[in-house]
T-cell receptor
Framework: DSGVTQTPKHLITATGQRVTLRCSPR?????VYWYQQSLDQGLQFLIQ???????AKGNILERFSAQQFPDLHSELNLSSLELGDSALYFC?????????????FGQGTRLTVV | GNSVTQMEGPVTLSEEAFLTINCTYT??????LFWYVQYPGEGLQLLLK?????DKGSNKGFEATYRKETTSFHLEKGSVQVSDSAVYFC????????????FGIGTKLQVIP
């Protein structure tokens, strides 16, 4: 168990809809990362938050947004969903300081858009 | 910017064969290097890491050495098992909690009995 919790584990929704994915980081971790993993694209970095503020942005579509709340949990909002958004969405967290700030991953949310 | 290049798979080996998965990186400064493993249907787990040049990370029979002169962090295992079948990701991260992790594309390993 990595200590990172993602909900829900599975989500099936229709095109055009909006969904929210939730992530609770490991206790004390200030950094939260979101990744998308699809069969043909590998692991794509979407966005990172550090202590409530956006820190880095990757290949995140304008239809997607995220935020990190004061209690450090994070949500990834996906709107106007398309079939191509079907993928595994991973959240990861890492500690604030020190050299060994590796990322710990949750089990992922499998999103299926039909 | 930072980047990680790893060999494309899939790699298919017989049980007890020797495994090498190549990984090279480009980064400013002195990043930490990682190998993550993703078993079917699961999230990514840290397999091993090295935080400075010439460090060797090891776990579960896997090893990788941080080679600054060749900017490489190749993953090796002397004798693979069927249970090692998974996707392996090389990654780097500069120190500091606010730095993001940069991943390679992943290499799928299939070990056949």
């Amino acid at each position: 168990d990595s200590g990172v919790t993602q909900t829900p584990k599975h989500l099936i929704t229709a095109t055009g809809q909006r969904v929210t994915l939730r992530c609770s980081p490991r206790s004390g971790d200030l950094s939260v990362y979101w990744y998308q993993q699809s069969l043909d694209q590998g692991l794509q970095f979407l966005i990172q938050y550090y202590n409530g503020e956006e820190r880095a942005k990757g290949n995140i579509l304008e239809r997607f947004s995220a935020q990190q709340f004061p209690d450090l949990h994070s949500e990834l909002n996906l709107s106007s969903l398309e079939l191509g958004d079907s993928a595994l969405y991973f959240c990861a967290s890492s500690a604030a300081t020190g050299p060994n700030t590796e990322a710990f991953f949750g089990q992922g949310t499998r999103l299926t858009v039909v | 910017g930072n980047s990680v290049t790893q060999m494309e798979g899939p790699v298919t080996l017989s049980e007890e064969a020797f495994l090498t998965i190549n990984c090279t990186y480009t980064a400013t400064g002195y990043p930490s290097l990682f190998w993550y493993v993703q078993y079917p249907g699961e999230g990514l787990q840290l397999l091993l890491k090295a935080t400075k040049a010439d460090d060797k990370g090891s776990n579960k029979g896997f090893e990788a050495t941080y080679r600054k002169e060749t900017t490489s962090f190749h993953l090796e295992k002397g004798s693979v098992q069927v249970s090692d079948s998974a996707v392996y990701f090389c990654a780097l991260k500069r120190s500091g909690g606010y730095q993001k992790v940069t991943f390679g594309i992943g290499t799928k390993l299939q070990v056949i009995p």
